[in-house]
């Protein structure tokens, strides 16, 4: 498979070229040349097939030759090592729980994935990278996670001091090897912006091979595909009329990854994007017009995006056909007060116990299906509770036991450096580690 760039279509790379430079010219995301359509026979009878096969013939389209099936096969078996069970929470609306992963959140799929690769190409290079990623949370976990003891790899992750929970520190600051947590006494903004200017940097880029890991990287991106797949193998077995999936949506790489499966030929009813207060796609859909708000804070923090990146992605998709678009996609804003609101009443009436941004998915799904009474679907619910006690604790008097895997990283020493929001302390850090 070759993929061009978005911004700059005669930029043509390989799948190896993409997921090593991560975008490419004027930060263009690349998108593959066309949409390979799944076997009839395989998406009509996904429970024949084991969810390692699944994944597998998912991904083995945008691979190709690059990697070899076998090594592939032991990629995506290792991707998908844990459940994702697909729940009932009541007639209408199902639940695909997203968060038994490592660090129980659904990026844990994106960036084991994404390292598994990355190695396997750096082995016959030689070359050693430094993935540098600046975190509100939830990224930098899974990437750590996603990463330790991977070969050839550096990962340095920079995150607010102060500004993530307990749960999310430990799993970024507790891993040690080759993965480094730099606590910076500033905001979010702050770190992104320390890493935007290491990108940028002269000196660095000639002692080091820097690459990011965020969702617009294609072996981030992709592999987000399997869920719904693996869903979908669930739903097939549950009911006959074809789902609406709702996706909570931040940067809009988890839902895009849906919909490229829809024009694969996954038999999916509708799809809802559902935000939080970060509600640029809901206006644009309402509009036609994309308007690029600065993001405000919501409880749903994943999903505090104001200009999702992976967005030029879904127009790519329907060919920038504004009501084709619109057709198939409902997008819905939903408040913190909603938020909280559902949480306490789903757990009231179903005792189904959401978070956040399951939260969000719910609300704006029951919005769709008031709306569309024949139908039904499923969320995603993306993280687990644990990950946002303080909300889930507000809106149900709940407090949630760690599950053990926390337990014994909660116990573990916490090692970071603290640097100031100040470039020249990070290029020292980075020049110092080569
Ligand atoms: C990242 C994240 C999202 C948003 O996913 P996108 O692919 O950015 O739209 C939703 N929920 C959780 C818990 C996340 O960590």
Known sequence: ??????????????????????QGKEKGLFYPEYIPSFDKEFIENLNNFSNEEIAFQCMKDFVGDEIPDEILKEIVSETINFDIPLKKINEKVYSLELFHGPTLAFKDVGARFMSRCLSYFLKDENKKVTVLVATSGDTG???????????????????PKNRVSKVQEQQLTALDENISALEVNGNFDDCQQLVKQAFADDEI???????SANSINVARWLPQQIYYLLALKQWQELEKENPVICVPSGNFGNICAGILTYFRGLPADHFVAA?????????????????IKETVATLSNAMDVGNPSNFVRVLELFGNQFEELKSKIFAYSINDEKTLQTIQNVYKKFNYLLEPHGAVAYAALEKYLTENPDKKGFILETAHPVKFPDAVEKATNIKIELPESLKELMKKDKKSTEIGPDFEELKRFLLNKN
């Open 1 to 22: 498979m070759k993929y061009y760039n978005i911004k700059d279509k005669q930029e043509v790379v390989d799948f190896k070229t993409a997921t090593i430079k991560g």
């Open 205 to 211: 880029n000639s002692q080091l091979f820097l690459t």
């Open 141 to 159: 976990g899974a990437v750590a996670n996603g990463f330790y003891n991977t070969e050839n790899t550096n990962i340095v992750i920079l995150y």
């Open 275 to 291: 935000c939080n207060e970060n509600d640029s796609i809901p206006n644009y859909l309402n509009t036609e017009k994309l308007e």
